[in-house]
């Protein structure tokens, strides 16, 4: 029997289990148990909203959103998000998820740190970004009832959360700092790493090799 959390299923299919297994495995508590609120806000969102949306397609978006913050998907080559999207399509692949619901997938975990864009896009995607900013940002704090966060936080708790993930984004970005420029990611950077210097769009369109 599913389990349902604020009166939300949460997906039982073999795809949904294995990515469940997955990230329980690679990630830390701190960084499981955002997903999964992820999930359910999101898909509270959505309820709220009225939208319709495949559950599994928005659990496995929910889920490996930060699998490239891990030890062990994280890359030096390529921002974050994208390593999440890259493992995730693998999985749908492996259970003969491909084409258009497979770039969903990608796309949700891919832009949900790109504010705004995503919202405009197919519902699992706009929703893998509202999951993210009402847990991290307390964007849409509100638009869900005390009961419904309650019933959420009670399953997946968030002592800490903020000092955490502020520390699992620092840990998982500082060695790639070049990929922060252009998105949100290069705060962290700026606050937490000693030294670091954001890439500046005015002077790279100044100082490019193009003759003036």
């Known amino acids: 029997m599913a389990e349902t959390i604020a009166g939300i299923a949460i997906p039982d299919s073999a795809l949904a289990r294995e990515t469940t297994e ?6 830390s508590d701190l960084v499981f148990n955002h997903s999964r609120r992820v999930y359910l806000f999101g898909a509270l969102r959505g309820q709220e909203q ?4 495949d559950p599994e397609l928005l659990y496995v978006g929910a889920m490996f959103h930060d699998i490239g913050l891990t030890e062990k998907y994280r890359r030096t080559d390529q921002r974050f998000e994208i390593d999440g999207a890259d493992e995730a399509r693998k999985m749908l692949a492996s259970h003969g998820v491909t084409g258009e619901a497979a770039d969903t997938v990608w796309a949700a ?18 929703l893998v970004t509202r999951g993210v900013e009402l847990d991290v940002l307390g964007i849409g704090y509100d638009a869900i009832t005390e009961q419904e966060r309650d019933a959420v936080t009670s399953v997946h708790p968030r002592p800490n ?3 955490g993930i502020l520390a699992a984004f620092t840990e998982g970005i500082k060695d790639r700092p070049e990929t922060t420029f252009g998105n949100i990611k290069a705060d962290v950077l700026q606050h937490f790493v000693p030294g670091f210097q954001r890439m500046d769009f005015v002077e790279i369109i100044k ?3 193009w003759p003036e």
């Open 207 to 209: 100082q490019n090799s």
């Open 22 to 27: 997955l990230v329980r495995e690679a990630a």
């Open 109 to 126: 975990i891919a832009l949900h740190t790109t504010p705004e864009i995503p919202l405009h896009m197919a519902p699992e995607i706009a």
């Open 161 to 163: 959360f903020k000092e």
């Open 50 to 53: 009225g939208l319709k949306y």
